[in-house]
């Protein structure tokens, strides 16, 4: 019979069949399995080698007539950065440094935009946000809100590389149950060992990976999310008022970003699946992408500057829902100040109840 | 936060409450003769002079003599007779008990409330030694007598408030300290999540692990899955012995009050 090729699933050993249970013996740790069940974990390590990623190359669409000689590359001298605009538009300073060095040139070697969403929000309702957001933050020093001026306010239009795909993903897991009693004399604890195995299909839709070096992934993940509903097609009359920065970060430079994302997110949804256990560790995760298709969009993000103390903090928001992203300074007096008195008075409250037991 | 300190409070107040016993009657004599050691005008001289420590100090006082004690030891006993006649006055029982056992030729002072703290183990070896002389010649009254003066006098060299009294030989002064550290430790850790909260909003910008957002609704679809039973494993531990009761100068009765106090020979 072919079932004596199986392994003890727990030890390792080599199993055999025993006629008066029709079950799987294993000699060397007294498991005992039944025969379907070792054929399925059979099948389940199979699925578990199998691994694919697969990203179609970028759908790429051709500028129309015009459209580059429509816009103008503006090129920071100091820190590199590259913004465009269309030609009415007039940069001053740099939207990532604030420098004012700022060199013209035509914009060349560049791809078309699949889709853009629009702004929805306004330079006002950028400047409000940003007060709003000082509200609530105990720790913020009282002369930063005071002296504080806006540097720069820009509406930047923010390269993102969109991956969409169907993620399939086979993941085997290492759980318990822990059961705990007591007799008169002993404490037990019984611990129920259990090799768990899911396996599923999982897509995923436009999740943005921002192909801008000069911005900062935390700030550009943060104000996630964009609503897609509003994407339109690419056109330069769009930039009227705004700039588009210059992605620096080719899509493929993206991809291990967007699958650790996707693999990620697959992790999550399949964890979720299992209940009724102590613990539960994932052991090995074979996850592949099929179908991934990879578009080029740029997104509406208000950036915000200002200086406090010669130093400069950087705001964004989300131009299309309003959500406010920043760091503020921290006044570590007030951090100490809030760390004491918080002890000091709760101390001084439970010691007062303590005096009214003892 | 505000939750965890309301929960915290209301477990110190749960706590509180078992602490508070039932208030014993106070219907018995301060002197109990069983050994018919004194005569009735003595008797009611110190009972009268126990009146007046009573009402000048708020504890109760009792003296006992007795025959035998039964078999039992005299800690014991003496302990014992404190419950059983529910002496002690107030919600903590304040009192003493001065019993004399004339088979064993043995006397012990058993303290309770706030009676434990004003009598600490050297003030009862000091009245040991006053009060042996007169019981050793037999004189019993006036051992008695003495008995009540150092007990006025001990009192009196009190300060009225006892929130600093519980120094010498006190279980619960340890637990009182132990439970100082706690609270400073758990208000310690509140104010610690509270200012690093705090300080997580002064920077909103996080780089997202996942793409939770970006699931395409309904298409999470699960083809196969297996949950497979591989083994089991039981561990048993001893449970821990219960610590010693008693140590130092405080017990616990068979009732389960705690008391102080002392005793010798004579
Ligand atoms: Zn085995
Ligand atoms: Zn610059």
């Not at chain 1, 921002?210 to 330069?236: H, L, N, R």
């Not at chain 1, 099929?290 to 903090?313: F, Q, S």
């Not at chain 2, 009735?40 to 006082?61: K, M, P, R, T, W």
Request: proline share 3%; net charge negative.
């Amino acid at each position: 019979m072919s079932v004596l090729e199986y392994k003890c699933p727990h030890c390792g050993g080599a199993l055999v069949f025993d006629s008066g249970t029709q079950k799987m013996l294993c000699p060397f740790c007294d498991s005992s399995f039944d025969v379907e069940a070792l054929r399925q974990h059979d099948e389940n390590l199979k699925s578990l080698e199998q691994e694919n990623i697969n990203w179609d190359d970028l759908e790429e669409s051709d500028w129309k007539r015009g459209e580059l000689e429509d816009m103008i590359l503006f090129s920071c001298s100091s820190c590199g950065g590259e913004i465009m605009g269309d030609k009415s538009t007039v940069a001053k300073s740099c939207p990532y440094c604030g420098n004012t060095a700022i060199m013209t040139k035509q914009v060349s070697g560049v791809l078309r935009p699949d889709c853009i969403i629009p702004f929805k929000l306004d330079k006002n309702a950028a400047k409000k946000a940003l007060t709003g957001f000082y509200n609530g933050k105990p720790l913020l020093p009282g002369a930063f809100r005071s002296q504080n001026s806006i540097d720069s306010i820009t509406g930047i239009y923010v390269p993102f590389w969109l991956f969409d795909c169907d993620a399939h993903a086979a993941i085997q897991y290492k759980a318990t149950r822990v059961h705990m009693w007591s007799d008169s004399k002993y404490n037990y604890v019984k611990t129920d060992h259990y090799e768990l195995f899911r396996e599923g299909d999982i897509s995923f839709e436009r999740v943005p990976v921002d192909g801008s070096a000069k911005m900062d992934d935390s700030y550009m993940d943060a104000i996630e999310p964009f609503d897609y509903s509003a994407a339109v097609d690419f056109q330069t009359a769009f930039l009227s008022g705004f700039v588009a920065d210059k992605y620096d970060v080719d899509c493929e430079q993206s991809k291990p970003r967007a699958n650790d994302r996707i693999k990620a997110s697959t992790e999550d949804a399949f964890s979720e699946t299992v209940a009724g256990y102590s613990t539960c560790i994932p052991q090995k995760a074979s996850i592949s992408i099929e179908d991934g298709k990879i578009r080029y969009a740029l997104l509406p993000v208000w950036m915000l500057n200002t200086k406090y103390n010669g130093k400069t903090y950087t705001f964004a928001m989300n131009g299309q829902t309003g959500r406010f992203i920043g760091a503020l300074p921290i006044h570590w007096g007030k951090f100490w100040l809030y760390l004491t008195g918080i002890s000091a008075l709760l101390s001084t409250l439970g010691i007062l109840v303590i005096n009214l037991m003892f | 936060m505000k939750k965890t300190l309301f929960f915290f409070i209301l477990v110190f107040l749960a706590g509180s409450t078992s602490f508070y016993q039932a208030m014993g009657s106070d219907a018995y004599e301060y002197v109990a003769d069983k050994a018919d050691l004194l005569l009735d005008y003595e008797i009611s001289e110190l009972n009268e002079q126990i009146s007046a420590i009573i009402q000048a100090h708020g504890f109760d006082v009792a003296i006992v003599a007795i025959e035998t004690t039964d078999g039992k030891s005299i800690t014991a006993y003496t302990d014992d007779y404190f419950d059983q006649y529910g002496l002690g006055l107030g919600p903590d029982r304040d009192g003493l008990i001065f019993l004399i056992s004339m088979a064993q030729r043995q006397w012990h002072i058993t303290t309770h409330g706030k009676c434990t703290a004003i009598f600490g183990g050297s003030a009862i070896d000091a009245i040991g030694s006053s009060l042996t002389p007169y019981l050793s010649s037999g004189d019993y009254y006036s051992a008695f007598e003495t008995l009540l003066e150092r007990i006025d006098s001990y009192a009196f060299s009190q300060p009225s408030s006892f929130s600093g009294g519980y120094i010498e030989y006190d279980e619960s002064s340890e637990e009182r300290y132990v439970g100082i550290l706690a609270v400073i430790l758990i208000s310690l850790g509140i104010a610690l999540f509270t200012v690093f909260s705090m300080k997580r909003q002064m920077n909103t910008a996080r780089r997202q692990r996942a793409a939770g957002n970006f699931v395409r609704e309904g298409s999470f679809n699960l083809t196969r899955q297996s949950d497979m039973f591989v083994h089991t494993h039981t561990t048993r531990t001893r449970k821990a012995e219960a610590p010693p009761s008693g140590g130092g100068a405080t017990h616990t009765s068979s009732g389960g009050s705690r008391f102080g106090g002392g005793g010798g020979k004579f």
